[in-house]
């Protein structure tokens, strides 16, 4: 039989396949399951069939999604808010499950928090009822989001069935020039493969391009793979991810650390593995990029302007320009630099992390915001980092209104929205119709890009900002 | 679940690629719970202005009142893993969604709930879209043994997942399916602490 080195994923799948039925759905054991307020349709269904959380020790909770960040007496009382919350912290001291809840010195985004507490390590598999699960992948975890039946399911059984996916590896070779980070890599990756570029595939992250990322910029990474269609997107563990998980709360200790390290060393892609599609390129082409339209692929570089749907041969796709730059409000042909925002956003699962922020604040030193915006760290644990290195100062010295921690205005579920027609600046994940709130009109881009629309009110190239500064 | 074997419809078409789920059913109504049905709240910011009232959205057309299938371009469903994109459109009355690809999460999601996701290639979809018995309000049949939906002389056909096939004729359960392992399972947990010891949250 001849020997085919194998995949990290397949690596981590065969470890976490209990059984594989003859259609070749395996039954797949789940390390960590992560719920939010929204998984109340989840526990809704274990309740109605008479069932009960299999390990609650192996599921935690944490509120992000409705807690208010400008106000947080909002999330105690009758209001809707209060209500979402009240409903987590009762579905998960019922069911015995550990809650970082609103009044938690933890709390924070749940895929921010879970690495900071160190509830995500390499090797694990881990789940959440959200998309952008995707996030844990960068220590090398297997982490995919789920629907409310598929959290009913692990709630019962601490399993899930599954098919292996098909595999791709995306090779990053060169390294970020000055000024760019993760989210250009990812957006010109998006755009390059389309939103559903890497449909039914786990994606693997790799090359130096990718190693010379800090775990924030990796989980930016891993963050958007669910942007280009993935189900997961992954990077293999190194020393890197080893210092990050050290002496984190949740974390294996001293000799125990020591020999989850041993094992986490063999977590990675065999030299002769093959793989289903292979892509690569060279972070030093990287360009600011920044999205014109309603999908995360109408993503261009800072000094492109809008597409001309006149210019596409094929019908359907010049619809689709027409109708996204009919509602983004823009006309054919315009450069990107000459489009004004009215507010702008730092913040998400996807872009609030400590150094998300030293890039936002590197920009905004000494400099006002033309524009109203809120900062909203990824966690209470980054903001009261932020607040000691002195960042807090400078977003409100800079005019914008710096807030607690949650999802806030990435889903506007919380309260806090762009208004219907406003344009915004943000660093979140989607720019989907209405996302930010009904009729809103997000750009998405890097946290240095935000503050440098901030700055300019208009879309900036932040590399102009940052000369002398970085 | 609901199982699906085939259908006679009629069709509603959202000639659209990228309709993700956050179109599908906005954020703001995802606290409701399930036994509320979620129906009014599908496609609701494209079917309803700032104050409520329709826009006269196709979809609400009195032509189409009834349909079952939803003819749509590429990659329907992408975004949020929110399950409630799913009962907006179950609870709607849509049973069958056509598209030349699906957002991952949407379609295993769709699956869990009796909702075909019928992946039609690109072609087949465009084709769908101007036939006459469609556009006319006309009758389409949905076969998922055989995997065709037929319009008038238009026959077209469409790929899914054998398991997820198999699991829709029959309209299996998931739990039922797991707690017959559970053997298997507790075996393997047992062997897997050893293993694996770093795996359990250590405090």
Redesign the interface.
């Known amino acids: 039989m001849s020997k085919t080195g194998r995949t990290l994923i397949d690596k981590l799948w065969d470890a976490h396949a209990i059984t594989t039925r003859e259609d070749g759905t395996s039954l797949i054991w789940i390390d960590r399951h992560l719920v939010h307020e929204g998984s109340f349709l989840a526990f809704d269904q274990v309740a109605g069939r008479g069932g009960r959380v299999a390990h609650p020790q192996l599921t935690f909770g944490v509120a992000d999604h409705y807690v208010p960040t400008r106000e947080r007496a909002l999330g105690r009382g009758d209001g809707d808010f209060a209500q979402m919350l009240r409903q987590l912290e009762d579905n998960t001291r019922r069911a015995g499950i550990r809650l970082i809840g609103l009044d938690d010195p933890r709390q924070g985004i749940v895929h921010v928090v879970a690495p900071e507490q160190g509830l995500t390590l390499p090797g694990l598999t881990i789940v959440c009822g959200d998309s952008h699960t995707s996030t844990h992948g960068a220590f090398g975890a297997y982490a995919f989001g789920i629907g409310a039946s598929e959290a009913a399911h692990v709630l019962m059984t601490q399993t899930l069935w599954q098919k292996r996916p098909k595999r791709m590896r995306v090779a990053i070779g060169g390294t970020l020039g000055v000024g760019l980070s993760a989210k250009d890599l990812a957006l010109t990756l998006i755009a390059r493969i389309g939103a559903d570029g890497a449909q039914g595939h786990a994606v693997e992250y790799a090359g130096a391009g990718v190693r010379a990322l800090s775990m924030e910029g990796r989980m930016t990474l891993c963050n958007l793979a669910i942007e280009a269609g993935a189900r997961l997107g992954l990077i293999a563990p190194d020393e890197a991810t080893f210092e990050f998980l050290r002496g984190r709360a949740f974390a294996p200790k001293g000799d125990a650390f020591q020999r989850a390290v041993e094992d986490w060393r063999g977590l990675r892609s065999d030299e002769d593995a093959e793989f289903d599609a292979e892509l690569s390129f060279d972070a030093s082409d990287v360009a600011p990029t920044v999205t014109w339209g309603v999908s995360p692929e109408h993503a261009a570089t800072i000094d492109a302007s809008t597409p001309d749907p006149a210019s596409f041969a094929d019908e359907s796709r010049a619809e689709a320009v027409r109708d996204a730059l009919a509602y983004m409000g823009l006309a054919p042909g315009t450069p990107l630099t000459a489009i004004r925002i009215d507010r702008v956003f730092i913040g998400s699962c996807t872009n609030a992390r400590i150094e998300d922020l030293r890039a936002a604040a590197a920009v905004l030193a000494g400099r006002k915001s033309v524009v109203p915006g809120l900062v909203s760290p990824g966690s209470l644990v980054v903001k009261r980092q932020a607040e000691e290195e002195g960042l807090s100062q400078i977003f409100q010295d800079a005019g914008l209104e710096w807030v607690d921690s949650g999802c806030s205005m990435c889903v506007a579920m919380n309260g806090d929205s762009v208004p219907a027609g406003e344009r915004c600046a943000s660093t979140t994940n989607r720019n989907f119709k209405g996302r930010q709130g009904p009729g809103s009109r997000t750009h998405l881009m890097s946290p240095a890009m935000a503050a440098a629309a901030a700055v300019t009110g208009r879309l900036t190239d932040a590399r102009d900002l940052l000369a002398g500064r970085v | 679940m609901e199982r699906f074997t085939a259908l006679e419809t009629k069709a509603i078409t959202l000639?659209?690629?990228?309709i993700?789920t956050?179109?599908l059913i906005?954020?703001?109504f995802?606290?409701h719970?399930?036994s509320e049905g979620y129906g009014r709240f599908l496609l609701h910011?494209l079917r309803r202005d700032?104050s409520g009232s329709p826009r006269d959205h196709p979809i609400d057309h009195p032509t189409r009142a009834g349909a079952a299938l939803l003819i749509a371009?590429?990659?329907f469903g992408?975004?949020?893993?929110?399950?409630?994109a799913?009962y907006a459109l179950a609870d709607f009355g849509v049973r069958c969604v056509a598209a030349p690809?699906?957002?991952?999460?949407f379609a295993?999601?769709a699956v869990?709930?009796g909702l075909l996701p019928a992946r039609v290639s690109?072609a087949d979809v465009?084709a769908l879209l101007t036939s006459q018995v469609v556009a006319g309000g006309g009758r389409v049949h949905i076969d998922l043994s055989a995997q065709t939906i037929i319009a008038g002389n238009l026959v077209v056909s469409f790929a899914i997942?054998?398991?997820w096939k198999?699991q829709l004729l029959n309209g299996w359960d998931?739990?039922d399916?797991?707690?017959a392992?559970q053997a298997?399972?507790d075996r393997?947990?047992a062997e897997?602490a050893s293993t694996?010891?770093?795996?359990?949250?250590?405090?």
Do not use: Y
Not at chain 2, 78 to 84: K, L
Not at chain 2, 101 to 105: C, K, P, T
Not at chain 2, 196 to 201: I, L, M, Y
């Open positions: 000639p659209q690629a990228n993700d956050d179109q906005p954020a703001r995802l606290k719970p399930r910011d700032a371009r590429r990659n992408c975004g949020s893993s929110r399950e409630g799913v690809s699906f957002g991952d999460i295993s999601n869990k709930n690109e465009e997942d054998p398991v198999t998931d739990v399916l797991t707690r392992e298997r399972i393997f947990r897997d694996r010891p770093w795996a359990t949250p250590h405090e």
